[in-house]
């Protein structure tokens, strides 16, 4: 009896449904043993279709392959995987006291009981415990694609091989009387190869072209400066958003901004940057860097070199203070593992240095958080990761291109990031910029010219 128990009690492990099979409710255990092979026929599928076709089945967990009158139910594929999981821990758990009464414990021996017991009540665990973190991974996964990503929303094709997304950052934290967008940029992801190239563009660009639309109707010559408290100062494309929402009706403005996921601001501050850059801006990601640190501490931190020593704090109180009676603290010269705040101030610091030296140093960050984004750190900490996700990121981008991204990211693992910064050291003059410059160098960075072959001899 005591060699039957400990056999009972494996097999319930190996092949949930055996022991009942073998010695119990037959029923019971042709439930348990369809029920495992089905998982495990889950299990091979899903491991064959991240190995060889990783976007196909991304698309089918997220719902992306549902036409697009079926877009709210787009999240019922992981809603079913959830629910079966949980089912499956459930059914473990009944096996598994099912077992116990089958080996009869009162018969084995006196030594083995306590060992066959604990047992079959570590396994449980071991496997019960499996099955439910990865349901609460479903989950975790369902809610966050909902709570980041628009349901519905047009997927617009790449422009000239191109997908270009919008990126800002914006600090909506105590001490700032509104939230202007401080971190403008525009990520440039080749829909063949995932190779990426990142524009900054300066905060306080003056005179800029806005591309077609009610934008442009309003400032046909370029965006004129303004000298109002509560409209923003001068003319720079940070003010947009304030202008459009606040002195404006945005609403008005851009209508179809909210339904489509994004806002009037933002659609603003798009065809302001497709018409300095000269390409079509479809999508935009927004970063509130109030909540900042906490994705990077769910990355557990970013490698940076970093160039200058740096002062964190508000900067000072009146004209000519020292930088050290008011720094509250500084960020060393060298290399740095920096945690979520250090990279916030990495990010933020500017009373020592200029505008075009932070930019320099958010688009050093953007890559290293990059960098960061490997399947394993996503796979250890996928918790913290989507949880600091949903509270800090928005964006327009629908959830049926999530899974073809995701690919590209993996692809631009491959290739170095590319950068453009609209600076005087990359020979923009910051006053007048020559916007036709700007338009030919973005256009050489992501279609460089085919070298001729030299004539042989």
Known sequence: M????????LLNFVMPGSAQALAGNHRLGRLGLGSTLLL???????????????????SI????????????VRQLPLLIAQGLLVAYAVLWSVLTVDTLRLVRLVKTGPAARFGIASLAVVLLVVAGGTAAYAANVAGTTRATLGAI????????????????????????????????????????????????TITGIPRDMPNFPFAAGPMQDRYPNGHEGHADPDCGWGS???????????????SAVYPDAVANGSAPGIEATKDAAEGILG????????IDMHGFASLIDALGGVDINVAERLPKGGG??????????????????????????????????????????RMERQRVLQQAMLAQFTPQTVLTRFQEIAAAGTDIVETDLPQSLVPFLAELALKAREHPVTTIELTPEGGIDEYNPDYTYIQELVRTALHPPTPTPSPEG
């Open 40 to 58: 495990w026929t889950l299990v091979v599928v899903t491991i064959l279709f991240a190995l060889l076709a990783p976007t196909a089945g991304l």
């Open 236 to 250: 720079g494309i940070n003010q947009l958003r304030t202008e459009v929402e606040v002195c404006q009706d945005g």
């Open 279 to 286: 390409i079509e801006i479809p999508y935009y990601v927004f």
């Open 2 to 9: 005591t060699k039957r128990g400990w056999w009972l009690v």
């Open 316 to 357: 000072p109180v009146y004209s000519g203070q020292p930088v050290d009676e008011w720094a509250t603290g500084w960020i060393e010269a060298g290399p740095q593992h920096m945690d979520g705040d250090t990279a916030q101030w990495y990010a933020r610091s500017r009373y020592t240095t200029s505008d075009f030296d």
């Open 149 to 196: 990503f628009g349901v519905s929303g047009p997927s617009v094709p790449p422009s000239e091989g191109y997908y270009n997304i919008l990126l800002l950052g914006a600090d909506s934290g105590e001490g700032r009387d509104s939230m202007r967008f401080d971190s403008i940029s525009v990520v440039s992801v080749n829909a063949t190869t995932g190779a990426t």
């Open 61 to 72: 967990i997220t719902g992306a392959w549902l036409p697009e009158w079926l877009s709210l």
